[in-house]
């Protein structure tokens, strides 16, 4: 099974900020990882797909990258709206899917 | 636009058997695979099971095997998840969720809004 650790575990950042995320796999994922967006009380968003590739409808300042074993997913300037908690997620080797532990991204 | 309907979470004893249905809008249901994903309270998420679009290809993650089928009906746009034997450990927010293709590429487009499942005595 290939595990998924994300950091850091919470980032305390002010609007406007750039904020960057991290996820690495125990193996190779080639660039099979997604990114999640999770408001309190709501179901998880996709944001991007394939390590770098923007869902439908999102905004132009996430953007992710990365292959192989380390991921990031960048926020360009952060707007109030965009503090929740982030899943990276993989669909390399599977069953089963597996989701990193998150990282909480707070207003400091 | 995509709409996911979970119901059927309650309270439920350990031991006993709980269905969970997801109605699906705003899409063609039958082309694509759909998966279960959970998540326990102040918990991360966890991938349970997935179904093609055809129903013919189910997989499941060894915590749930052999205790959770996954199932669909085309014909109604509903998928199901039927839970038996259940454990303290199954408490959680059960999510619907649909899959961007008709065979299960994991990438997880539409989620459901959930269904509490709570396992207590």
């Known amino acids: 099974e290939v595990v998924l650790t994300q950091s850091p575990a919470t980032l305390s950042l002010s609007p406007g900020e750039r904020a960057t995320l991290s996820c690495r796999a125990s193996?190779?994922?080639?660039?099979?990882l997604a990114w999640y967006q999770q408001k309190p009380g709501q179901a998880p968003r996709l944001l991007i797909y394939d390590a770098s590739a923007g869902a439908p409808g999102i905004p132009a300042r996430f953007s992710g990258s990365g292959s192989g074993t380390d991921f990031t997913l960048t926020i360009a300037s952060l707007e109030p709206e965009d503090f929740a908690v982030y899943y990276c997620q993989q669909r390399s080797d599977w069953p089963p899917y597996t989701f990193g532990p998150g990282t909480k991204l707070e207003m400091k | 636009q995509v709409l996911l309907e979970e119901s059927g979470g309650r309270v439920v004893q350990p031991g006993r058997s709980l269905r969970l249905s997801c109605t699906a809008s705003?899409?063609?249901?039958?082309?694509?695979?759909m998966h279960w994903v959970r998540q326990a309270p102040g918990g991360g998420l966890e991938w349970m099971a997935v179904?093609?679009?055809?129903?013919?290809?189910?997989y499941y993650a060894d915590s749930v095997k052999g205790r959770f089928t996954i199932s669909r009906d085309n014909s109604k746009n509903t998928l199901f998840l039927q839970m038996n034997s259940l454990r303290a450990g199954d408490t959680a927010v059960y999510y619907c969720?649909?899959?961007?293709?008709?065979?299960?590429?994991?990438?997880?487009?539409?989620w459901g809004q959930g269904t509490l499942v709570i396992v207590s005595s």
């Open positions: 705003g899409f063609t249901f039958r082309n694509y695979a």
């Open positions: 179904t093609s679009f055809d129903g013919d290809n189910r």
């Open positions: 193996q190779s994922i080639s660039s099979y």
């Open positions: 969720v649909r899959d961007s293709g008709p065979v299960s590429g994991g990438v997880l487009d539409y």
